[in-house]
C-alpha cells in the first residue's frame, strides 16, 4: 500500500497533514486538532484556524495554478522560491558547502 501523507510540523509541534490527490493533482491539507486548540493562526490571511472550514476539520486543497503548483497557498509560501533558491545556493558555494555531499541528489535545490 502506497502511503503519501506527510506530517507537517512548526516548532516541534504537529500542525497537520499534507497528502497528494492524484486524481485531482492537487495537494490536501488538514489542520491536526491539537494544532487548532492552541490557536496559532500562522496563515491568518490563506488559511485561517478560526475559519468553518478549519474548525470543521475539512481539508485545504491546493491551488492549481503555476504559482502553487497544486500545494496549499500556507505550504507553498513555506517553501522557497526562485530568489530564496537563488539565495541559498549562494550561501552554500560562500560557505564552500557542497550540495552534493549533504544533499540528497532528489532534493538538490534548482540551479537555473
Same mark, same amino acid.
Given at each position: 500500500?502506497?502511503?503519501? $501523507?506527510? +506530517? $507537517?510540523?512548526?516548532?516541534?509541534? %504537529? $500542525?497537520? /497533514?499534507?497528502?497528494?490527490?492524484?486524481? +485531482?493533482?492537487?495537494?490536501?491539507?488538514?489542520?491536526?486538532? !491539537?494544532?487548532?486548540?492552541?490557536?496559532?493562526?500562522?496563515? &491568518? #490571511?490563506?488559511?485561517?484556524?478560526?475559519? &468553518?472550514?478549519?474548525?470543521?476539520?475539512?481539508?485545504? =486543497?491546493? %491551488?492549481?495554478?503555476? =504559482?502553487?503548483?497544486? #500545494?496549499?497557498?500556507?505550504?507553498?509560501? !513555506? =517553501?522557497?522560491?526562485?530568489?530564496?533558491?537563488?539565495?541559498?545556493?549562494?550561501?552554500?558555494?560562500?560557505?564552500?558547502? !557542497?550540495?552534493?555531499? /549533504?544533499?540528497?541528489?532528489?532534493?538538490?535545490?534548482?540551479?537555473?
Amino acid at each position: 500500500m502506497e502511503t503519501n $501523507v506527510v +506530517k $507537517v510540523a512548526l516548532w516541534g509541534v %504537529n $500542525v497537520g /497533514y499534507l497528502s497528494w490527490d492524484k486524481r +485531482k493533482g492537487v495537494a490536501v491539507f488538514e489542520y491536526d486538532s !491539537s494544532f487548532l486548540e492552541r490557536r496559532w493562526d500562522i496563515a &491568518p #490571511l490563506t488559511m485561517p484556524i478560526l475559519s &468553518p472550514r478549519s474548525q470543521k476539520q475539512m481539508p485545504w =486543497l491546493g %491551488n492549481e495554478g503555476k =504559482l502553487y503548483r497544486g #500545494l496549499p497557498p500556507m505550504i507553498a509560501d !513555506s =517553501l522557497p522560491d526562485k530568489w530564496g533558491n537563488s539565495l541559498f545556493n549562494s550561501w552554500l558555494r560562500d560557505n564552500k558547502i !557542497s550540495t552534493r555531499k /549533504y544533499i540528497p541528489r532528489r532534493w538538490r535545490l534548482c540551479r537555473r
